[in-house]
């Protein structure tokens, strides 16, 4: 059964920094555009970043760019998201899955940051 575990959500102030992984477990992503993912409480579920099979192209919402790089690790099959400069705003449930919606598993429990102002 696919799993996907994300991890690195926490509190953190204003300004601050995390840095969120998201592995998968019962089949390999490597060849897969996947992407980052929040929710915050009460608003649906918005793109936040996506990166493609090779890692060669990026994109990002644009309330998050410059501030947030998304990266992956092909050995350990982990895709990471760099988050700099957090704002209360980020404030979110954090999510990942491949990009394309034909191509998601069920989502994980996600990883929750919270930005204090």
């Known amino acids: 059964q696919v799993q996907l575990v994300e991890s690195g959500g926490g509190l953190v102030q204003a300004g601050g920094s995390l840095r969120l992984s998201c592995v998968a477990s019962?089949?390999?992503?490597?060849?897969?555009?996947m992407g980052w993912y929040r929710q915050a409480p009460g608003k649906e579920r918005e793109f936040v970043a996506s990166?493609?099979?090779?890692?060669?192209?990026?994109n990002y919402v644009d309330s998050v760019k410059g501030r947030f790089t998304i990266s992956r690790t092909y050995a350990a099959s982990t895709v990471h998201l760099q988050m700099n400069n957090l704002r209360p705003e980020d404030t979110a449930a954090y999510y990942c899955?491949?990009?394309?919606?034909?191509?998601?598993?069920?989502w994980g429990q996600g990883t929750q940051v919270t930005v204090s102002s």
């Open positions: 899955n491949a990009e394309r919606a034909e191509r998601r598993v069920p």
């Open positions: 019962g089949r390999t992503f490597d060849y897969v555009d």
């Open positions: 990166i493609d099979w090779s890692g060669g192209r990026t």
